[in-house]
């Protein structure tokens, strides 16, 4: 019995007494493998190394929140403004989401740098589109600035070769959304521009052509409309 009162700690080595190891009932001498100085320190530093992998996932936990709840205040808060002027305000966190994700996690479709702005190709102040997919990308804050109400096919005419072949992508992609080839995007966009609609116009319309016509459809009309009028049928 006397040889049992004593025991060697398998982390420090030592022997000690049984009443310096605490007790573990599912060991074969009813207590713990290291004495309870390697075992308070052994759990000291298990606490402290897992505390910190606690709080790095609750801090990566939190971003994700945070990016998250950007993203969706974002994409609320241009809804907004497109269902204050009339216009379609669709726009969904994950269409939006989608978008980013098309062009590489957010990165400006120009610049190729991360961390673009949203922003509507056909200018809400148009009274055009929306806040819509096929209408909504990343822009890089500069760029976004030095775009402002400007139709982005004029803007781009000025614009670097390096842009240019980058703003064709950009186009290509929206005029897909909107089932036209470039050509006939870059009209529909001409058309917006020389069109413009203040709120109360856009009121008049979604009476008469229903709240979900889009600028498409009432572009689509228009040209209809003078096609008729050139072939004299009207
Ligand atoms: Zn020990």
Redesign the pocket.
Known sequence: MIMTQVKQ?R??G?TKALTDFYKQSTSKDGVHS??K??NNAHAKRWHKENREKYLENQRRYDAEIRERDHIADTVNCHNRRAKKLGLPATLTVEQWQNTLYFFEDGACPLTEEAGGHFEHFIPLSWGHSGTVKGNVYPLQGYLNISMGKTNPFKWVKQRSEDEKDSFNVLAQYLAWYSNMSLTEFERYVNWCEQNPRTAEQIAQDNVKYGEDCSSVELYWISAMVSAIKEAGGL
């Open positions: 700690c982390k420090c030592e290291y004495c100085t390697c």
